[in-house]
């Protein structure tokens, strides 16, 4: 089971890549939620079955594979970004960023001081490379939206590296769960703040001005 | 289900309760739609938990062994204790009593029926204020305390704001907020290297730390830094007038007589960690205190502002506390215990004094604010007439701050003041030679003939002659919601006066467990304080006084009355204008130390033999904040320009900074 995990893993990271090379929005937002969806999955490989851990996965499934994805999707269609027109670097040296990025993050993982049982799995590099990548969109990206998307990446990162402490494991995919509510209201924070800051009012009718040209 | 009433409840757990229970007091209020209910819930709630809790506190002074709780709490910070010592106890006991006066007074203050937005906020950080100062004065852990001291912070800042649109009002909440933070930040540094010297965040026992490196040090400068600037110690005020003066009423006495004393508790808990002191640990917080003191007393002799004249008193409130507790201190380091006993004592009961008749200056000031609708002394006058019941009741408070003999505050002070000619007391070897601490005595003398200044001042021109402005002529009497806490904090003041050994007897489990003296040891020193003969020539006094007033209405309503204005030297068209204000009556003290308080007068445009019409206008600045502090920051402003640039509103490049810095740590981090 770990190593198919391992494979689970392996896919995440090539999301990462997805996302990092794609600018079309609908496409970033239904890459996001199959890696959501994939992280849903991953505790139960890990773990034994229980009624916590069903209502767990269930849960973020739920939250990052259809809530959050359908939210953005909405915010997307409302304010009518099709595409990120102008990112600061351009995809093909993102992509190549991002490569690096992953790279170093084996790198990096084969030097900390992990547990013994923990040294083998792809758990530490997936989490650095992930959170790199998410690093990677906020910071190159202009768009409200495409912000968002990169703190989700972020928190899926730091989601991966909480399924290694597997006694604190509820604990640790609740706050992961309670981290994801937060990014949803924080994308409707960005859209009310725009509005508010553009025409103050919270005018849902005038969202298509959100475009940041 | 049957519920029984166990009379043996401990009393710890009582406490708890009480805080709990006034701290969600607020809740209700906020879920009803309709303003009313919910204020009198609150102030139901937290009169009953008040009682409650003060019964609780009075057994552990009465000496009911205190349990102490666990909190389980999930946080990394290892195991969170509660408990109530005698310490503690004495803190918890004006707090609770502040807690039932102030909560009903806001009943009427802020009634929910004529402003029902900004009483629900008033209600729920009155309530959230009362309890995080009380989980300070219970928490026995590092982390616990700070996260007390934060809500404590901000509530109190909330609470400042209620009048939030007022320009005076954000400016003091911004100083507030600034200073409070500073000093927070002092506390940060005192718990992280407590941490590192036990081990962990909980308090160590009592005198358990030995004094040795220079960690040990700094713990202490900043306990003093930190606890001191909430205390409102002398350099570390400058937030103090302005907030005390721009909150509601009933804000500002909690604020001034309970918010203050936390802070000092603080001090006085930190310094208790520890084995023995540096020898000038003790005279350098007699030395603020002496400071504190006289420059307080000072800036209230030159305030025009009500609420800010109190509020600077209360700086040289504090400053007597810590010239008491820096007698204390110097007494147990060179092994006096005569002088700690008798400058503890007289701390402890001027803290339970001050935390008597300030909250009742501050209840009386609100109850004048509410009848003139201004908070300058200089328009007022004549406002016994309008205020009957008030005046009375401010007179008390009046008396009792300036330490004079029939109240309560003359005998916290004669504990100082005895302390100060300790030396030749007692003649069994109980006590080293410190011939400086004699130069106390003089010290409150002046600082009592200031605060008698100041307050003569305050209550003649406030309360006697006539209404200078015929705007303040029209007011009301307050409600009774007003009234019966003030008279409760008055009635209060008047028992310690005449029962001087009552107070004593509450300070008394503190100062032993302190000290570490034995209880006979402890009645002895007492004892050479006359405290009943003094209970008794207060009573008598008050007795005589009652018999003087009586008379004099006797002969009053039988004598011919007519009210005219101030005879004006023969002036043919006098003014009530030409009434003494309170600026001329102080005008001398002020002049004498206008290089303390920096009061400027500006008398604009008189030449010729027939001049046009000109103004005077006097400004009272704040000497500290104004000219030193503010300049400094406008000088670190300056130098520090160039970072600006990095804040540039580019989110992007302020992620990349995260970035680069997790990028720098993970190759530095490297083996």
Same mark, same amino acid.
């Given at each position: 089971?770990? @190593?198919?995990?391992?494979?689970?893993?392996?896919?995440?990271?090539?999301?990462?890549?997805?996302?990092?090379?794609?600018?079309?929005?609908?496409?970033?937002?239904?890459?996001?939620?199959?890696?959501?969806?994939?992280?849903?999955?991953?505790?139960?490989?890990?773990?034994?079955?229980?009624?916590?851990?069903?209502?767990?996965?269930? @849960?973020?499934?739920?939250?990052?594979?259809?809530?959050?994805?359908?939210?953005?999707?909405?915010?997307?269609?409302?304010?009518?970004?099709?595409?990120?027109?102008?990112?600061?670097?351009?995809?093909?040296?993102?992509?190549?960023?991002?490569?690096?990025?992953?790279?170093?993050?084996?790198?990096?993982?084969?030097?900390?001081?992990?547990?013994?049982?923990?040294?083998?799995?792809?758990?530490?590099?997936?989490?650095?490379?992930?959170?790199?990548?998410?690093?990677?969109?906020?910071?190159?990206?202009?768009?409200?939206? @495409?912000?968002?998307?990169?703190?989700?990446?972020?928190?899926?990162?730091?989601?991966?590296?909480?399924?290694?402490?597997?006694?604190?494991?509820?604990?640790?995919?609740?706050?992961?769960?309670?981290?994801?509510?937060?990014?949803?209201?924080?994308?409707?924070?960005?859209?009310?703040?725009?509005?508010?800051?553009?025409? @103050?009012?919270?005018?849902?009718?005038?969202?298509?001005?959100?475009?940041?040209? | 289900?049957?519920?029984?009433?166990?009379?043996?409840?401990?009393?710890?757990?009582?406490?708890?309760?009480?805080?709990?229970?006034?701290?969600?007091?607020?809740?209700?209020?906020?879920?009803?739609?309709?303003?009313?209910?919910?204020?009198?819930?609150?102030?139901?709630?937290?009169?009953?938990?008040?009682?409650?809790?003060?019964?609780?506190?009075?057994?552990?002074?009465?000496?009911?062994?205190?349990?102490?709780?666990?909190?389980?709490?999930?946080?990394?910070?290892?195991?969170?204790?509660?408990?109530?010592?005698?310490?503690?106890?004495?803190?918890?006991?004006?707090?609770?009593?502040?807690?039932?006066?102030?909560?009903?007074?806001?009943?009427?203050?802020?009634?929910?029926?004529?402003?029902?937005?900004?009483?629900?906020?008033?209600?729920?950080?009155?309530?959230?204020?009362?309890?995080?100062?009380?989980?300070?004065?219970?928490?026995?852990?590092?982390?616990?305390?700070?996260?007390?001291?934060?809500?404590?912070?901000?509530?109190?800042?909330?609470?400042?704001?209620?009048?939030?649109?007022?320009?005076?009002?954000?400016?003091?909440?911004?100083?507030?907020?600034?200073?409070?933070?500073?000093?927070?930040?002092?506390?940060?540094?005192?718990?992280?290297?407590?941490?590192?010297?036990?081990?962990?965040?909980?308090?160590?026992?009592?005198?358990?730390?030995?004094?040795?490196?220079?960690?040990?040090?700094?713990?202490?400068?900043?306990?003093?830094?930190?606890?001191?600037?909430?205390? %409102?110690?002398?350099?570390?005020?400058?937030?103090?007038? %302005?907030?005390?003066?721009?909150?509601?009423?009933?804000?500002?006495?909690?604020?001034?007589?309970?918010?203050?004393?936390?802070?000092?508790?603080?001090?006085?808990?930190?310094?208790?960690?520890?084995?023995?002191?540096?020898?000038?640990?003790?005279?350098?917080?007699?030395?603020?205190?002496?400071?504190?003191?006289?420059?307080?007393?000072?800036?209230?002799?030159?305030?025009?502002?009500?609420?800010?004249?109190?509020?600077?008193?209360?700086?040289?409130?504090?400053?007597?506390?810590?010239?008491?507790?820096?007698?204390?201190?110097?007494?147990?380091?060179?092994?006096?215990?005569?002088?700690?006993?008798?400058?503890?004592?007289?701390?402890?009961?001027?803290?339970?004094?001050?935390?008597?008749?300030?909250?009742?200056?501050?209840?009386?000031?609100?109850?004048?604010?509410?009848?003139?609708?201004?908070?300058?002394?200089?328009?007022?006058?004549?406002?016994?007439?309008?205020?009957?019941?008030?005046?009375?009741?401010?007179?008390?408070?009046?008396?009792?701050?300036?330490?004079?003999?029939?109240?309560?505050?003359?005998?916290?002070?004669?504990?100082?003041? #005895?302390?100060?000619?300790?030396?030749?007391? #007692?003649?069994?070897?109980?006590?080293?030679?410190?011939?400086?601490?004699?130069?106390?005595?003089?010290?409150?003398?002046?600082?009592?003939?200031?605060?008698?200044?100041?307050?003569?001042?305050?209550?003649?021109?406030?309360?006697?002659?006539?209404?200078?402005?015929?705007?303040?002529?029209?007011?009301?009497?307050?409600?009774?919601?007003?009234?019966?806490?003030?008279?409760?904090?008055?009635?209060?003041?008047?028992?310690?006066?005449?029962?001087?050994?009552?107070?004593?007897?509450?300070?008394?489990?503190?100062?032993?467990?302190?000290?570490?003296?034995?209880?006979?040891? #402890?009645?002895?020193?007492?004892?050479?304080?006359?405290?009943?003969?003094?209970?008794?020539?207060?009573?008598?006094?008050?007795?005589?006084?009652?018999?003087?007033?009586?008379?004099?209405?006797?002969?009053?309503?039988?004598?011919?009355?007519?009210?005219?204005?101030?005879?004006?030297?023969?002036?043919?068209?006098?003014?009530?204008?030409?009434?003494?204000?309170?600026?001329?009556?102080?005008?001398?003290?002020?002049?004498?130390?206008?290089?303390?308080?920096?009061?400027?007068?500006?008398?604009?445009?008189?030449?010729?033999?027939?001049?046009?019409?000109?103004?005077?206008?006097?400004?009272?600045?704040?000497?500290?904040?104004?000219?030193?502090?503010?300049?400094?920051?406008?000088?670190?402003?300056?130098?520090?320009?160039?970072?600006?640039?990095?804040?540039?509103?580019?989110?992007?490049?302020?992620?990349?900074?995260?970035?680069?810095?997790?990028?720098?740590?993970?190759?530095?981090?490297?083996?």
């Amino acid at each position: 089971m770990v @190593s198919f995990a391992d494979q689970l893993l392996v896919l995440v990271m090539l999301i990462n890549f997805i996302m990092l090379g794609s600018s079309r929005m609908a496409f970033v937002i239904r890459a996001v939620a199959a890696q959501g969806v994939i992280l849903g999955i991953i505790p139960g490989l890990l773990h034994p079955f229980s009624g916590h851990l069903l209502a767990i996965t269930a @849960s973020i499934i739920l939250a990052k594979g259809l809530v959050i994805p359908y939210l953005l999707n909405d915010a997307v269609r409302k304010a009518q970004i099709r595409r990120e027109v102008e990112p600061f670097i351009g995809y093909v040296p993102t992509l190549l960023l991002g490569a690096v990025f992953t790279a170093l993050a084996f790198v990096f993982a084969q030097k900390l001081p992990l547990a013994p049982e923990h040294r083998d799995l792809l758990f530490v590099p997936a989490s650095i490379a992930t959170l790199m990548a998410g690093f990677l969109i906020l910071t190159t990206r202009k768009k409200a939206i @495409s912000q968002v998307i990169g703190y989700l990446v972020l928190e899926n990162g730091i989601f991966i590296f909480g399924l290694l402490l597997a006694e604190a494991m509820p604990f640790m995919v609740e706050a992961g769960a309670l981290l994801d509510l937060l990014v949803g209201i924080f994308v409707m924070g960005i859209v009310i703040n725009h509005i508010n800051r553009e025409f @103050s009012t919270v005018d849902t009718s005038r969202l298509q001005t959100l475009r940041e040209e | 289900m049957v519920f029984v009433w166990n009379i043996d409840v401990d009393p710890v757990g009582s406490l708890l309760w009480a805080i709990t229970l006034i701290g969600l007091s607020g809740l209700p209020g906020l879920l009803l739609k309709r303003p009313g209910p919910g204020q009198i819930l609150s102030v139901g709630i937290t009169v009953c938990a008040a009682l409650w809790g003060m019964a609780g506190a009075l057994r552990i002074l009465n000496g009911v062994p205190a349990k102490t709780y666990q909190l389980d709490w999930p946080l990394p910070f290892g195991p969170c204790e509660l408990s109530v010592d005698p310490l503690s106890a004495l803190f918890l006991l004006p707090l609770l009593l502040a807690a039932l006066c102030c909560s009903l007074y806001g009943l009427a203050y802020l009634p929910a029926a004529s402003q029902p937005a900004v009483e629900k906020r008033v209600t729920l950080f009155s309530g959230l204020l009362l309890a995080s100062m009380a989980l300070v004065l219970v928490a026995r852990h590092g982390v616990l305390l700070l996260m007390a001291w934060e809500i404590m912070a901000l509530s109190s800042w909330l609470l400042l704001m209620t009048d939030q649109q007022s320009l005076q009002v954000q400016r003091a909440g911004t100083v507030y907020l600034l200073a409070t933070h500073a000093g927070t930040t002092a506390l940060f540094v005192l718990f992280s290297l407590l941490k590192g010297e036990t081990g962990s965040f909980a308090f160590p026992a009592a005198h358990s730390l030995a004094l040795g490196s220079m960690v040990t040090l700094v713990m202490l400068v900043a306990a003093l830094i930190g606890f001191g600037a909430k205390a %409102g110690i002398m350099p570390l005020h400058i937030w103090l007038p %302005g907030a005390h003066a721009n909150a509601p009423s009933h804000a500002s006495a909690l604020m001034s007589g309970i918010m203050l004393k936390v802070g000092i508790y603080g001090i006085i808990r930190t310094v208790s960690f520890f084995q023995q002191l540096p020898v000038w640990f003790g005279w350098l917080v007699l030395l603020l205190g002496a400071v504190s003191a006289i420059t307080g007393i000072a800036l209230a002799s030159a305030q025009r502002d009500l609420k800010r004249l109190l509020a600077c008193s209360s700086i040289e409130n504090i400053g007597i506390i810590c010239i008491g507790l820096g007698m204390a201190l110097v007494g147990l380091q060179s092994g006096n215990r005569v002088l700690a006993v008798l400058g503890l004592s007289g701390a402890f009961i001027h803290i339970i004094n001050h935390a008597l008749f300030k909250p009742l200056l501050f209840l009386g000031s609100g109850a004048i604010i509410h009848a003139t609708g201004t908070r300058q002394i200089d328009r007022m006058g004549g406002l016994s007439r309008i205020l009957p019941r008030t005046a009375p009741l401010f007179l008390v408070g009046s008396l009792a701050i300036c330490g004079l003999p029939p109240l309560n505050g003359f005998v916290g002070e004669l504990f100082l003041y #005895f302390g100060a000619f300790s030396d030749g007391m #007692f003649s069994d070897g109980m006590f080293s030679d410190l011939p400086l601490i004699g130069f106390v005595a003089p010290i409150l003398a002046l600082v009592g003939g200031l605060a008698v200044i100041t307050f003569v001042k305050l209550y003649g021109a406030v309360f006697l002659g006539v209404a200078r402005d015929p705007a303040t002529a029209h007011g009301h009497e307050a409600p009774l919601a007003m009234l019966l806490p003030m008279g409760l904090l008055a009635g209060l003041c008047l028992i310690g006066g005449f029962g001087a050994p009552l107070l004593l007897q509450l300070v008394a489990p503190a100062v032993i467990q302190y000290v570490g003296v034995s209880p006979q040891l #402890f009645a002895q020193i007492a004892d050479a304080v006359p405290l009943q003969q003094i209970s008794l020539v207060n009573g008598l006094l008050v007795a005589g006084m009652l018999v003087v007033w009586l008379i004099w209405r006797f002969l009053v309503q039988r004598a011919p009355v007519a009210a005219s204005s101030t005879w004006g030297c023969g002036y043919l068209a006098p003014t009530s204008r030409m009434q003494y204000t309170g600026s001329a009556f102080s005008e001398l003290v002020t002049g004498l130390i206008s290089g303390l308080v920096g009061a400027q007068g500006q008398l604009s445009g008189l030449s010729g033999a027939f001049p046009a019409s000109s103004r005077f206008v006097t400004v009272t600045t704040e000497r500290i904040l104004d000219q030193m502090i503010i300049p400094s920051l406008r000088g670190a402003d300056w130098c520090l320009a160039w970072l600006r640039r990095m804040q540039h509103g580019h989110l992007h490049l302020y992620i990349l900074y995260i970035f680069a810095t997790l990028f720098v740590l993970m190759v530095w981090s490297q083996p």
